[in-house]
């Protein structure tokens, strides 16, 4: 899949990061969707659908866990990048929680967005069963 047949989906209440993001997937050539929370998240995904879902673990409304698991039961072959900058240092990892409710992979915030490009375009050129 070209970057040009793309669609990723960003979830994450930072406005700032969201912006970011958007714009480096753009540059790529990907077309972008944006949310602020998880239920408005979801509501895109289930009107537009996405071929990339990016999601922030700690949002108002929906929290990030329960967005991958609504995502997973409505759309199982959905391909999940979990993100987070909170919980690393705390007696719980949330990235690893994220796994196991789903996420096709984890990032820990603050990232370089080479390393997010790269696992998208990884996650695009994955048979759509996996």
């Given at each position: 899949?070209?970057?040009?047949?793309?669609?990723?989906?960003?979830?994450?209440?930072?406005?700032?990061?969201?912006?970011?993001?958007?714009?480096?997937?753009?540059?790529?050539?990907?077309?972008?969707?944006?949310?602020?929370?998880?239920?408005?998240?979801?509501?895109l995904?289930?009107?537009?659908?996405?071929?990339?879902?990016?999601?922030?673990?700690?949002?108002?409304?929906?929290?990030?866990l329960?967005?991958?698991?609504?995502?997973?039961?409505?759309?199982?072959?959905?391909?999940?990048?979990a993100?987070?900058?909170?919980?690393?240092?705390?007696?719980?990892?949330?990235?690893?929680?994220?796994?196991?409710?789903?996420?096709?992979?984890?990032?820990?915030?603050?990232?370089?967005?080479?390393?997010?490009?790269?696992?998208?375009?990884e996650?695009?050129?994955?048979d759509?069963?996996?």
């Amino acid at each position: 899949m070209t970057p040009s047949d793309a669609r990723i989906l960003v979830i994450d209440d930072d406005a700032t990061l969201r912006s970011a993001v958007r714009r480096i997937l753009e540059r790529a050539g990907y077309d972008v969707l944006e949310a602020g929370d998880g239920d408005a998240g979801l509501r895109l995904h289930q009107e537009q659908g996405a071929d990339v879902v990016i999601v922030d673990i700690f949002m108002p409304e929906r929290d990030g866990l329960e967005l991958i698991r609504d995502l997973r039961a409505t759309s199982p072959q959905a391909k999940i990048i979990a993100m987070s900058g909170g919980g690393r240092s705390g007696k719980i990892d949330l990235l690893k929680d994220a796994a196991v409710f789903g996420a096709s992979r984890t990032l820990w915030k603050p990232f370089e967005m080479t390393e997010l490009l790269a696992m998208v375009r990884e996650l695009l050129q994955q048979d759509p069963a996996r």
